[in-house]
């Protein structure tokens, strides 16, 4: 009986497609187990705001306030956006950022020259789901002389 001998190309070759193949699998299936323990660690948040008057000087200005909280408990150092809209066609612009103090709370001043409706934005992070708040309706600020 005559042996089947393949030529040293034919072997190293074959040995290489099947080295890569295996390595590709490996790799594609830690891909999709790392994706899928990423989205089960995301805390789910919820983003509270109320508003409140207060006088400065001789006019008086809105404090717009907020908690950003997860499993009931304040998320502390996140940035969190006030966001703002008027007129009849309205769209979401930025009005400020500020950072969530230890308990989670954050606070804007506004003085709004025309009815305007807010909100406050957390974008998430790594281990924080986004959220935002319910959006509240200020009147114009009357100047008191």
Same mark, same amino acid.
């Given at each position: 009986?005559?042996?089947?001998?393949?030529?040293?190309? +034919?072997?190293? #070759?074959?040995?290489?497609?099947?080295?890569?193949?295996?390595? #590709?699998?490996?790799?594609?299936?830690?891909?999709?187990?790392?994706?899928? +323990?990423?989205?089960?660690?995301?805390?789910?948040?919820?983003?509270?705001?109320?508003?409140?008057?207060?006088?400065?000087?001789?006019?008086? %200005?809105?404090?717009?306030? #907020?908690?950003?909280?997860?499993?009931?408990? #304040?998320?502390?150092?996140?940035?969190?956006?006030?966001?703002?809209?008027?007129?009849?066609?309205?769209?979401?612009?930025? %009005?400020?950022? %500020?950072?969530? %103090?230890?308990?989670?709370?954050?606070?804007?001043?506004?003085?709004?020259?025309?009815?305007?409706?807010?909100?406050?934005?957390?974008?998430?992070?790594?281990?924080?789901?986004?959220?935002?708040?319910?959006?509240?309706?200020?009147?114009?600020?009357?100047?008191?002389?």
């Amino acid at each position: 009986m005559r042996a089947n001998r393949s030529s040293l190309l +034919t072997r190293i #070759g074959s040995g290489s497609l099947v080295g890569i193949l295996a390595a #590709g699998g490996i790799m594609a299936s830690a891909t999709v187990a790392s994706a899928a +323990t990423a989205h089960a660690k995301l805390a789910a948040t919820h983003l509270s705001v109320k508003n409140k008057v207060v006088a400065r000087a001789h006019h008086h %200005a809105d404090a717009i306030s #907020g908690v950003l909280s997860a499993r009931h408990k #304040g998320v502390a150092g996140e940035t969190v956006k006030l966001e703002s809209r008027t007129g009849k066609k309205p769209r979401w612009v930025v %009005a400020g950022t %500020a950072t969530t %103090a230890a308990n989670g709370s954050v606070t804007f001043t506004v003085a709004p020259a025309a009815k305007t409706q807010f909100k406050l934005v957390f974008a998430g992070d790594a281990s924080h789901r986004k959220s935002a708040s319910n959006v509240i309706t200020l009147k114009a600020i009357r100047k008191k002389h």
